[in-house]
């Protein structure tokens, strides 16, 4: 099996950053536990602004399944309200990878 990588660019609406990032911890467990084959999520901000949600899927397959369900997700559906623009979500194939052995302590 290969693994896919998530990426989805968006905007927040004004004033909803605190509320979008006090709300992921939820959000992900809540898409973790609907969505086993989710591996890791990371959510950064982008020097303009904008914000690059960056997840980990076992497959390609599991990943788009994923993004076909996952508004039936009450706390992705309610978190997907502080999105004001999309920029797209996409998948890409990982063919190489290299983890270090302590990155799950930072």
Same mark, same amino acid.
């Given at each position: 099996?290969?693994?896919?990588?998530?990426?989805? /660019?968006?905007?927040?609406?004004?004033?909803? #950053?605190? %509320?979008?990032?006090?709300? /992921?911890? !939820?959000?992900?467990?809540?898409? @973790? &536990? /609907?969505?086993?084959?989710?591996?890791?999520?990371?959510?950064? %901000?982008?020097? $303009? =602004? =904008?914000? *690059? $949600?960056?997840? *980990?899927? /076992?497959? @390609?397959? #599991?990943?788009?399944?994923?993004? @076909? *369900?996952? &508004? +039936?997700?009450?706390?992705?559906? !309610?978190?997907?309200?502080?999105? !004001? &623009? +999309? =920029? =797209?979500? @996409?998948?890409?194939?990982?063919? &190489? +990878?290299?983890?270090? +052995? $302590?990155? !799950?302590?930072?």
């Amino acid at each position: 099996m290969t693994m896919a990588i998530e990426l989805a /660019r968006f905007t927040v609406h004004p004033g909803e #950053e605190r %509320k979008l990032i006090a709300e /992921r911890p !939820a959000m992900v467990a809540a898409m @973790r &536990d /609907r969505f086993p084959a989710c591996l890791a999520a990371f959510l950064t %901000k982008e020097d $303009d =602004g =904008g914000w *690059l $949600d960056v997840v *980990l899927w /076992r497959t @390609r397959a #599991e990943a788009e399944e994923a993004a @076909r *369900l996952i &508004d +039936s997700v009450p706390e992705c559906h !309610a978190w997907f309200a502080h999105i !004001a &623009d +999309s =920029g =797209g979500l @996409r998948h890409v194939e990982v063919v &190489d +990878s290299w983890v270090a +052995s $302590d990155a !799950a302590q930072h």
